[in-house]
Every structure is written in structure tokens, then in C-alpha cells.
């Protein structure tokens, strides 16, 4: 039996790598080239612990190999990305283009499977999509349970964390919706290669929203914690040390409060219940606004540090100011949908004062800030007047006596409650 992943990225190629080490013939289809070629060379082009190896492994023994056209297989998965546009409608237009290309290679008794977060209902829009290239062959329809099929349709959600994708592809629960129960049995039986988590049978739609729902909790726990930021603030309480002591309750559990919420799922998924229904997602719509509104909550922070130096006479151009951390969350490289970089962007364009920033985890900072110095942390810690304190990195926490010693930090992250 072959598999075929089409949209080799972090979900896609880590996949695509696992059904390959359990001896799986895996054909990856991607539309970079240069992806391509990388992976066909037994590297990779995106960074994630083990996978290196593991792809390797995979490209040399020969199960797995990547192309930019789609090929017949037994089974496709699909793992494209699904942006939202400038009003926050989520943009389909990937799923549409891998379903276009798997279209004329289908044939009677495959399986497709939708992996890539979705609105509700964007199973049956993709077997639309589908039916609409393919009119010789029969698809499951929304609501009918028909068994007479030629294709079965599932939708699967990955739900790793990105930085852990290899120990969670195996380990965690998975959710099996398949369009009909007979659609659920096939995917299940593909997953079954190499996920030992348990499979959950449901149905396409609700699997779509339980993705979605999953972040969203997330979303509203971490907004919960940026609120209780905000009014501690005002009222003079420590919200490290409070919700520490809340988190003591048997049946609390509040997470961390940062400089915002980045990355490409959690800041994004939200919108998908909102954009399908505005009139009740309205708590749902808030946490995102109050995320959405942290950024700028720091940036004042910082200007108000600044401007208290400016007040005992320094000239604000003599004024150094760091920004530790710009990567979307602790620990990794990844600057993309960053708050950090947002809010070292905003002090850049409207700051004279001089910025300096540490970001460990990359060796070249990205061209909006490429003027200003890229430096150690404790160089930044030493030299900087006012120092913003923006991503939790384990080089930072090392240093936290250093930050608790100086007199101007902003610290968005509770890096100087770090015992
Ligand atoms: N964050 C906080 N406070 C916290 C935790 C996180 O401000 O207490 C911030 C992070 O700094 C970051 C953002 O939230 O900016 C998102 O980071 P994350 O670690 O919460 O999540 P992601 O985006 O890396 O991965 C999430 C995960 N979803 C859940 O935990 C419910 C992952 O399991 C999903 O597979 C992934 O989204 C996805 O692909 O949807």
C-alpha cells in the first residue's frame, strides 16, 4: 500500500517520514522545488528535532520520495496551509489547489484525508472539489450514508506541537472523522502504521471543530491570563505570584501571560468559529482582541520606561534600550507571526533611542531590523538602560539574577519570578 502527503511542511514531511520508517511507500508531493530537492537529497528544510534523521533514513532506504506532481497512490493526505485573509475569512485556496492535483490520478478505492486545520464544512467543500474534476466516480455525500463509494473521505486533525512533532505523531490521541463510518474505518486503518495514541472515531464536521475548539481553549486560557496581566497591573498586584497561588486549586489551571500570542495556529484558528458563527463565537472573538491588543500593551510599557529616563535628562538618543527574544514562543527559531518581532519593530519606527536586541536561536535577524546589532544577552543585560524581557529562552532564565539586579526591566514573561 502507498501513501501519498501532499504539502510537505511541519505537518506534511513529519508524517510523510513516519509512514515511510514503518516501511510505507511514500510519495511526497510538494509545489517548492527547492523543498523538493532537499528532502530528495535526505535533508530538510524545516527545523524539527529527530526529523533529520528520520527522513534520511526514510530518502536512503528508499520509501520515501518527494515530487512536485502528484502521483496514483492508495491513500493521500492532505497538509497545505490554511491562511485566513485581511478579514479573517479563512482562505481554502491550497485545499482546493492539492485537491485539483490529486483529482486526475484518484482511482476507485482510495482514501483522502484533510489533515490541515479547517473551517466546519471544508471536507464537503473539498469533496466537491473533487467530485467536480472527477464525475466518473462516486464520493460519500454530506448527511446520506451510502457505502457505495469509489473514494472515502476523512478528516484528521494533526494536533502536535511544533518542536515535539516526532514524539507526538506517535503518542497522541488522533481524531478519526470520516465522512461515513466505513470512510472513519479506512483512515483509522492508515493511521494505525505508526500511532499508538488512541484513534477516536467521529464524523468530518465535528472533527473540524474539535481542532478548532482545542486552540481556541488555549487561546481564551492564555487571553484569561493576559486580562489578569492588564488589572494587576492596575492595581499594583504581581500576576506572576497570583496566578501561581490561584493555580494551587485543585481545579485551576491558568496559563502564562507574554508579550502576545504568535505562531500560525492558535492566533488564527479562533477566527475560523468566528467567521462561521459571529453572533455566538463572542467570548471566543474577545480572547483574540485582548491577545491581539498585548503587543501594543507592552510597546507602552517600554515607551514609559523610556520617556521616565528622558525625564531625569537624559536625551532619549543616548538611551539604550534591548529587547531580548523576538521568536513567536521560548526555544525555538521561528520569527513568523512573532509579537516579539511586532513589538521590536514598533520601538524601532518610533523610538530615537538606541535598540539592541538578543535572539539566540537565530544567527541573522530579518531585514526590518537588520540595522540594529544582534548581541548576546548578557552583552545586552551589561550595556542596555531599559531592557524588554519578550520571550522566555532557557539563556535568558540563566541570567535572571542579572535582570532582577537592574532597575529598568519590562518583563513580559515572568522571567524574573525564575528560581
Ligand atoms: N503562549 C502564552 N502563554 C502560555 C502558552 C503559550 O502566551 O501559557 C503563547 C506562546 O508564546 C505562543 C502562542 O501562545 O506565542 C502559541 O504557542 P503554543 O505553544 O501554545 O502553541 P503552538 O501554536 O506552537 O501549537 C498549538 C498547540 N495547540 C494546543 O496546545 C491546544 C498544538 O498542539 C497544535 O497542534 C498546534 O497549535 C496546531 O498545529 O494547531
Known amino acids: 500500500k502507498s501513501v501519498s502527503v501532499i504539502g510537505l511542511g511541519y505537518i506534511g514531511l513529519p508524517t510523510a517520514a513516519m509512514f515511510a520508517s514503518r516501511k510505507v511507500e511514500v510519495i511526497g508531493v510538494d509545489i517548492n522545488q527547492e523543498a523538493v530537492d532537499i528532502i530528495n537529497q535526505g535533508r530538510i528544510h524545516i527545523v524539527e528535532p529527530d526529523l533529520d534523521i528520520i527522513v534520511h533514513a526514510a530518502v536512503t532506504e528508499g520509501y520515501l520520495r518527494a515530487t512536485t506532481k502528484a502521483e496514483p497512490a492508495d491513500a493521500f493526505l492532505i497538509a497545505v496551509p490554511t ?40 471536507t464537503e467543500a473539498m469533496i466537491e472539489w473533487l467530485a467536480a ?13 451510502c457505502d457505495e463509494i469509489d473514494i472515502h473521505v476523512a478528516y484528521c486533525p494533526e494536533r502536535v506541537l511544533p518542536g515535539r512533532v516526532v514524539t507526538e505523531l506517535i503518542e497522541n490521541d488522533r481524531i478519526i472523522g470520516g465522512m461515513t463510518p466505513a470512510c472513519s474505518q479506512r483512515a483509522a486503518d492508515i493511521y494505525r502504521v505508526f500511532v499508538q495514541g488512541q484513534l477516536l472515531f467521529s464524523n468530518a464536521r465535528t472533527a473540524e471543530m474539535a481542532k478548532l475548539t482545542e486552540n481556541a481553549f488555549r487561546d481564551v486560557n492564555i487571553a484569561f491570563a493576559n486580562e489578569l496581566s492588564l488589572i494587576s497591573d492596575k492595581i499594583g498586584i504581581d500576576v506572576w505570584e497570583l496566578i501561581r497561588l490561584a493555580n494551587h486549586h485543585p481545579r485551576v489551571n491558568i496559563l502564562q501571560p507574554g508579550c502576545g500570542v504568535g505562531g500560525h495556529c492558535i492566533a488564527v484558528d479562533p477566527w475560523f468559529i468566528v467567521d462561521k458563527t459571529p453572533e455566538q463565537a463572542r467570548l471566543i472573538r474577545s480572547a483574540r482582541e485582548v491577545n491581539d491588543s498585548k503587543p501594543e500593551w507592552v510597546c507602552e510599557r517600554i515607551r514609559a520606561e523610556v520617556a521616565a529616563l528622558v525625564a531625569t535628562g537624559k536625551p532619549e538618543q543616548e538611551i539604550k534600550v534591548a529587547v ?44 526590518s531590523l537588520a540595522k540594529f546589532p544582534l548581541v548576546a544577552p548578557s552583552e545586552a543585560i551589561a550595556n542596555a538602560d531599559v531592557i524588554a524581557v519578550l520571550v522566555k529562552h532557557r539563556p535568558f532564565v540563566e541570567l535572571a539574577q542579572q535582570l532582577r539586579d537592574h532597575s529598568h526591566v519590562i518583563d513580559a514573561v515572568g522571567i524574573l519570578h525564575t528560581r
Open 133 to 145: 474534476a472527477r464525475p466518473d466516480l462516486r464520493f460519500p455525500v454530506p448527511g446520506a450514508n
Open 324 to 367: 531580548l527574544g523576538l521568536a513567536f514562543k521560548p526555544d525555538i527559531d521561528d520569527l513568523r507571526e512573532s509579537p516579539a518581532l511586532h513589538i521590536a519593530e514598533k520601538i524601532a519606527a518610533g523610538s530615537r533611542a538606541q535598540l539592541m536586541l538578543s535572539e539566540p536561536n537565530v544567527e541573522q535577524l530579518p531585514a
Open 83 to 122: 491562511p485566513f485573509k485581511d478579514n479573517h475569512e479563512p482562505d481554502l485556496a491550497y485545499v482546493k489547489a492539492a485537491a485539483e492535483s490529486i483529482a486526475p490520478v484518484l482511482s476507485k478505492g482510495n482514501t483522502v484525508i484533510l489533515e490541515s486545520t479547517s473551517p466546519v464544512g471544508a
